[in-house]
């Protein structure tokens, strides 16, 4: 009789003892010190709508009327089912069909040596540098800063704005080449009009720019095409007090970026939650791993604010692949933006909302797993050692790689096994879905009528 | 008296002793026991990583490595060493609850044996000088 009392006082004790332990053990409370050490603020989705000006961006961004041989759209490469990438390690450009997969079945086409970057929140004014190599800034008094440089269009509402106008320049991308170089598929057709033997990327791309709006709205021309008609339909509802023959690259390019702001501007995640006062949040695991992130893991020296990146510029030492934008095959990322021989193999910190949607990671894709892209902050040996099995050249680039890599890196504290799955499950909290739902944000059609690139 | 109740008196009175002996031997022993051998690996594992964590942020408070002297670096030391604080936590629940002091250092010393690390870096979080 007296043996249960006794075995239920036991356990009493010990609960309580353990109890009292695990909960004076909680995160919260830390994790809430480095979000103030980090003056970390939740994301706040603005109010976005579709309006005449969003919804000429869709037109553009659906259209493939836009590239030269009217065969690629902004869609091609940023798919919203694909975490607003095409899930391929690098882009194909013109001379295939389809998206994303599809892509690679067309063994000719031109391949854009680098991933294709998501869209989220990217109209918020924390981007600060845009592409992989930030080629487009916001210089240190704020002006917007492009490869154009002094000659850079003036009328832009926004960096994304002034970004936006490019890929539909890059001969590989959007724009197409002269027939010597390629074929009727891959044509840039009346939208370079000047000799481009020398490949002078300024003269092409202002040519481009004025030859582009021209075929959007044949202003010259008193018995425009039925695409052309629309398109100054929607110029008009955009811009109601701009005359026709006044619209220029600018009002192309405010317009992509009204659209792609809107539509791809996201939900808060779990952790914009959390950072509010919601503890509930974010799992005990994912609390775990942002303490890891702003703390031993150094994540948050340069994933940092809103968006989880600094919009600054580091290497990782990720092997070359053989692709690259430079000669010899090689991408020298924030060097070729800058001229600066240090800059050589940085590439811009990549934000990290919905992170975890956005297969495969890295400038080139490189990264299949998030396992892979955190391990090799921490070690990049083996990754250069495999690229080196696979192909003796990437040996070769190996230690010039790995000096340019970011001493900060090198002040990541250990990371276990298990802290690397807190890590991820972090990122899993850094996820949510675009504010606009897939039926507003596509289009039911584009002036051209090809359809080809309206997917979900 | 009645004989009876004399009898239920002494019973009760032993039954309340021993239940009296048996709390006293639980909480003195039993919960520390327990405690210790719940708790050890955590506080083992802290214990290392509030080392480490020490003498990185001593390093990139005083910018000592290839790194330049970067605030957020310095930040992200200091949230890292947030894991002594619960090492400090548990390591107070842990005297709370009846753990001697002699057991918790037997504990941190199998955690640096276990982990092959000298017997020198369990004293170097006192010279945080010498970087």
Redesign the interface.
């Given at each position: 009789m007296p043996f249960k009392p006794i075995g239920f006082i036991l356990a009493a004790l010990l609960a309580a003892a353990s109890t009292s332990v695990v909960a004076e053990n909680s995160l919260d409370p830390i994790l809430h010190k480095a979000i103030q050490a980090y003056q970390v603020k939740p994301h706040q989705p603005s109010e976005r709508r579709l309006g005449p000006k969003e919804k000429l961006g869709q037109a553009l961004f659906f259209d493939p009327f836009v590239s030269g041989p009217k065969k690629i759209a902004c869609a091609t490469c940023h798919v919203r089912s694909k975490g607003a990438g095409d899930g391929l390690p690098m882009a194909v450009g013109l001379g295939a069909k389809g998206i994303s997969t599809e892509r690679l079945a067309h063994s000719g086409a031109f391949i854009v040596p680098r991933n294709a970057l998501p869209f989220f929140n990217r109209g918020s004014k924390d981007f600060r540098a845009l592409f992989w190599d930030g080629r487009v800034q916001l210089g240190p008094t704020g002006l917007i800063e492009t490869p154009l440089g002094s000659r850079q269009p003036a009328g832009f509402d926004s960096l994304l704005a002034a970004a936006a106008v490019f890929p539909p320049a890059e001969p590989d991308e959007m724009l197409g080449r002269s027939l010597k170089r390629g074929t009727q598929d891959t044509y840039h057709a009346e939208l370079v009009t000047i000799d481009d033997e020398a490949n002078n990327l300024q003269e092409r791309t202002l040519n481009a720019f004025g030859n582009l709006v021209e075929r959007l709205l044949e202003t010259k021309s008193h018995n425009p095409q039925p695409v052309a008609l629309q398109y100054r339909k929607l110029f008009a509802e955009a811009y109601p007090r701009t005359p026709l023959n006044e619209f220029r690259i600018n009002h192309v390019g405010n317009a992509l970026a009204a659209y792609i702001g809107a539509a791809f501007e996201l939900k808060p995640a779990p952790w914009d939650r959390y950072v509010a006062g919601a503890t509930s949040a974010l799992t005990p695991e994912q609390k775990q791993g942002a303490f890891v992130f702003f703390g031993k893991g150094r994540c948050a020296v340069c994933h940092s604010g809103t968006q989880f990146s600094d919009f600054r510029f580091h290497g990782l030492a990720v092997p070359q692949m053989r692709v690259g934008k430079h000669n010899g095959y090689i991408d020298y990322g924030r060097a070729a933006a800058t001229s600066r021989g240090e800059d050589r193999f940085a590439f811009r910190t990549p934000p990290l909302r919905n992170v975890t949607e956005t297969f495969p990671w890295g400038h080139n894709g490189i990264f299949t797993s998030l396992e892979s892209v955190i391990t090799h902050h921490a070690n990049p040996v083996p990754m250069l050692y495999k690229a080196q099995q696979q192909d003796p050249e990437e040996g070769s680039n190996a230690g010039r790689l790995l000096g340019f890599r970011s001493p900060i890196l090198a002040e990541m504290a250990p990371l276990s096994k298990a802290e690397i799955e807190l890590l991820m499950k972090f990122l899993k909290a850094l996820s949510s879905e675009p504010v606009m739902p897939d039926s507003v944000a596509l289009p039911a059609t584009v002036p051209s009528g090809d359809r080809s690139f309206i997917r979900p | 008296m009645r004989p009876r109740t004399i009898r239920r008196l002494r019973f009760w009175s032993q039954?309340v002793i021993?239940?009296s002996l048996?709390?006293i031997v639980?909480?003195e022993y039993?919960?520390p026991f327990?405690?210790s051998w719940?708790?050890q690996d955590e506080y083992s594992k802290l214990a290392l990583?509030c080392d480490?964590?020490m003498h990185?942020e001593a390093?990139?408070r005083a910018g000592t490595?290839?790194?330049?002297k970067?605030p957020?670096?310095e930040?992200?030391g200091?949230?890292?060493?947030?894991?002594c604080?619960?090492y400090d936590?548990?390591r107070k629940?842990?005297l709370?609850?009846g753990v001697s002091e002699e057991r918790l250092a037997l504990i941190g010393l199998k955690g640096l044996e276990n982990e092959q690390i000298p017997v020198n870096r369990m004293v170097d979080p006192h010279r945080m000088d010498r970087f």
């Open positions: - | 039954l021993a239940f048996l709390f639980i909480v039993g919960r327990a405690v719940y708790y990583e480490q964590s990185d390093a990139l490595s290839g790194a330049a970067d957020a670096l930040v992200s200091m949230v890292g060493l947030a894991v604080h619960q936590v548990l629940r842990m709370i609850n």
